[in-house]
């Protein structure tokens, strides 16, 4: 018998509606006991369909956090809000899963941080690529020697719309979406970025009221294994979802990703066909569930969890690099 984890949930969006599920219905001895989220409608929705009539609705997270009865936190807020969050969950006490990125700056990123290593608290990055079973292989292939020395890397995020673009932040094409890409790149390569250039442009988008608008960004990176990798994203796949990844050295190469639903293929007068991914769940549904787990599991047994608060500032790091990179119109160096 495990005693129960009660889990208080900060945002109740997009990705919060999927890990409120998680918690809700899929974890063995968790409870979502709190939903906190300043907009009321959207936390008492999924209190509702999830049946969590026991649970409460919080507006404001603090309270949450100073609940004594509440063991561990997960933040869903929108990324620029979670250093703040973070280090009050840290000062607070609260093991801490925190949605991607660590933020959009890197000083408040640094101060939640420090504050984290100042608590002794667990904090773990929902880079959720990094619990599906072909992106845990091909890095296995990548770290064991299989494919020989790393050349060559390659990841790409397409998505077939931004949800809101209203509120989409300036360059998110590199600070929410391509952070994936940044994030794996770097555990793919078992090695750390020491160069990036990137180039940005909009293609179907209306230009935004601010700088960095942009729906469509390529990067190039340089490893400090020397391994060279490009990373790419688009908000305007007419075709849905589509996330890829590609690894090749002196002995082979893997590839991740073909957007496949499942393994039938339809064979009819036009042709042979299959369905394919239209969104992030479809893709990825089983590695949100098992982050959670894994989260659950380190918060139970104290290991550290397998994604860290400094993998979340390495990948903020060539973000930052790469915003710069397209400011200059030039490379740009990142300093160990
Ligand atoms: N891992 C993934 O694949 C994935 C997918 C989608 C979003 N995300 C990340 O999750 C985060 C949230 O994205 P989203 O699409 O769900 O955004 P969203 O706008 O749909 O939801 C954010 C919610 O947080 C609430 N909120 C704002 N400030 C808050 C606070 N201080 N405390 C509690 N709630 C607060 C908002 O009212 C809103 O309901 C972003 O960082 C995003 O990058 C990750």
Redesign the pocket.
């Known amino acids: 018998m495990v005693a129960t984890l009660n889990v208080a949930l ?9 890990h409120a599920e998680t918690l809700a219905r899929r974890l063995h001895g968790v409870r979502l006991a709190v939903i ?4 009321e409608a ?2 008492r929705r999924l209190l509702e369909r999830f049946e969590l009539a026991d649970s409460r609705y919080e507006p ?2 603090r309270a949450a956090l100073a609940d004594p009865a509440i063991d561990a936190v997960v ?5 620029a ?2 250093p ?2 973070i280090a009050a969950a840290a000062r607070a006490g609260k093991p801490t899963f925190c ?3 660590l933020g959009h700056a890197l000083e408040p990123a640094d101060q939640a941080l420090a504050e984290v290593a100042r608590a002794g608290t667990l904090l773990q990055l ?3 690529r990094r619990f599906d079973p072909g992106y845990q292989r091909a890095q296995a292939l990548a770290s064991d020697g299989s494919l020989g020395d790393l050349h060559l890397l390659r990841s790409l995020t397409r998505d077939p719309a931004q ?2 673009p209203e ?1 989409a932040r300036p360059w998110a094409v590199f600070l ?1 979406t391509l ?2 890409d940044f994030d794996l790149l770097r555990w793919l390569a078992g090695s750390e970025a020491v160069e990036v250039y990137a180039q940005a442009a909009t293609f179907v988008s209306p230009p935004g009221p601010e700088p960095g608008s942009f729906d469509t960004a390529l990067a190039t990176i340089r490893f400090a294994s020397g391994a060279l990798a490009t990373a790419d994203a688009s908000f305007h796949a007419a075709y849905g979802y589509d996330v890829r990844a590609e690894v090749f050295g002196s002995k082979g190469m893997v590839t991740i990703g073909d957007g496949r639903l499942d393994s039938a293929w339809h064979y009819g007068p036009a042709g042979v066909s299959r369905p394919r991914a239209h969104w ?1 769940q479809d893709l ?1 549904g089983p590695a ?1 569930v098992a982050e959670l787990a894994h989260f659950v599991d380190c918060v139970r047994t104290g290991q550290p969890p397998a994604v860290t608060g400094q993998d979340g500032r390495a990948s903020l790091v060539i973000a930052q690099a790469a915003i710069e990179s397209v400011q200059r119109g030039q490379p740009v160096s990142i300093l160990a």
């Open positions: 900060l945002g109740a969006g997009l990705i919060g509606a999927v906190a989220d300043p907009v959207g936390a404001d997270y933040i869903c807020s929108p990324g809000s979670h703040a969050v949605e991607k990125p929902g880079f959720q949800p809101r509120i929410e952070i994936h992030f990825f949100y």
